[in-house]
């Protein structure tokens, strides 16, 4: 079973950059669709972004325009490039495939975007 680990979020000032990096074991990573995805305080989860095993990128409005999502194949890396951060951005961010799975949700990386 591949498991995902998520690293990389902070405390980030209004309009700083952050970049969340998740690590995937398991040879069979190349071959599925990628996405991170936040969960706001005292909101549900959501979907931020996806990165098909090609490449190709969807984002959610929220983030368009801001957010770079990318892989690398041969490391088994999902990255996820964060500007102009917003106070808005603020959450927990999740690694998980697309569609998620429910095994393959981990702890993730918490993103504060503060003055």
């Known amino acids: 079973q591949v498991q995902l680990v998520e690293s990389g979020g902070g405390l980030v000032q209004p309009g700083g950059s952050l970049r969340l990096s998740c690590a995937a074991s398991?040879?069979?990573?190349?071959?599925?669709?990628m996405g991170w995805y936040r969960r706001a305080p005292g909101k549900q989860r959501g979907w931020v972004a996806t990165?098909?095993?090609?490449?190709?990128?969807n984002y959610a409005d929220s983030v368009k325009g801001r957010f770079t999502l990318s892989r690398d194949n041969a490391k088994n890396m999902v990255y996820l490039q964060m500007n102009s951060l917003k106070l808005e951005d603020t959450g927990v961010y999740y690694c998980?495939?697309?569609?998620?799975?429910?095994?393959?949700w981990g702890q993730g990386t918490q993103v504060t975007v503060s003055s």
């Open positions: 998980n495939f697309v569609p998620p799975r429910v095994a393959n």
């Open positions: 398991g040879s069979i990573f190349s071959r599925d669709h």
């Open positions: 990165i098909s095993r090609d490449g190709g990128t």
